[in-house]
């Protein structure tokens, strides 16, 4: 048994327009771009160094495109979640608690609150990154 499809060519001509792999990373690109931008201004202005540790990268597996940003900085989540009573995710109870620092002198602390910057980051640009994806597919 044998089936005869007309206009096979034309069909599988539109679906390779439907998704171009490049034009989508770019448009993952700029979506991620504006997110970083966004969570950079968010960040709490301290020492700077946050700020400057945020970015954004495009990583293609087989068919996959992922859009991340992110910072390296190992305190980074710290600032975005909280610490001790004030931690999102249920972080340390036994509050107050005391640490010696390098110079010797004894602190104590009941944690941090949290000052989100990559969530909101994301949040508030969701319609606009939703867009750009679209963008993406229908090769507008």
């Known amino acids: 048994m044998s089936i005869e499809i007309n ?6 001509s539109q679906f390779e327009k ?8 770019k448009k993952v690109g700029t979506a991620c ?7 950079k201004k968010n960040a709490p202005r301290d020492t700077g160094e946050l700020r400057r540790s945020i970015q954004s990268k495009v990583e293609i597996d087989g068919n ?7 910072t390296p900085l190992e305190y980074a989540p710290y600032i975005e979640y909280g610490t ?4 999102e995710s249920g972080g340390r109870k036994d509050t107050p608690w005391s640490y010696k620092d390098d110079k ?3 602190h104590s602390t009941s944690g941090q609150k949290p000052k989100p910057y990559l ?5 508030d640009n969701r319609k606009r990154i939703l867009e750009i994806i679209k963008e993406g597919v229908l090769n507008d």
């Open 119 to 123: 969530r909101p980051a994301f949040n």
């Open 104 to 106: 010797g002198e004894w």
């Open 64 to 70: 996959n495109i992922n859009g991340v940003v992110f």
């Open 18 to 25: 439907i998704v171009d792999i490049n034009e989508m990373e």
């Open 7 to 12: 206009g096979i060519d034309k069909l599988l």
């Open 33 to 39: 771009a504006m997110v970083e931008a966004q969570a």
């Open 84 to 87: 001790g009573l004030f931690a």
